[in-house]
Nanobody, 119 residues
Framework: QVQLVESGGGLVQAGGSLRLSCAAS????????MAWYRRAPGKQRELVAL???????NYADFVKGRFTISRDNTKNTVYLQMNSLKPEDTALYYC?????????????WGQGTQVTVSS
């Protein structure tokens, strides 16, 4: 059964840093491309960063040079190190597979973790 639990969000000032963690069930991290997504109020959910089974990474243009995605297969955990945070980074952050997991006929999403960046 799929389980994804995000943590590490919080309130920070612009220019600050946060490290998000995603604890996954089973061997999800080892056998899937994993990604961080985010959803800000009034905006569509968007892909932030991904890491493949081989460890290759890719980032959205709006976080390149500031965010770093990594994984620990032994701990079944995906991380997102966020530096130089901006107010526009404020959003609910989720981790998931690429493509996202499905529960019955709907896309599965965990509770996410809230990141709020003040100016």
């Amino acid at each position: 059964q799929v389980q994804l639990v995000e943590s590490g969000g919080g309130l920070v000032q612009a220019g600050g840093s946060l490290r998000l963690s995603c604890a996954a069930s089973g061997s999800i991290i080892s056998f899937n491309t994993m990604a961080w997504y985010r959803r800000a109020p009034g905006k569509q959910r968007e892909l932030v960063a991904l890491i493949s089974e081989r460890g290759s990474t890719n980032y959205a243009d709006f976080v390149k040079g500031r965010f770093t995605i990594s994984r620990d297969n032994t701990k079944n955990t995906v991380y997102l190190q966020m530096n130089s945070l901006k107010p526009e980074d404020t959003a609910l952050y989720y981790c998931n597979r690429v493509p996202p997991f499905r529960l019955n006929l709907s896309t599965y999403w965990g509770q996410g973790t809230q990141v709020t960046v003040s100016s």
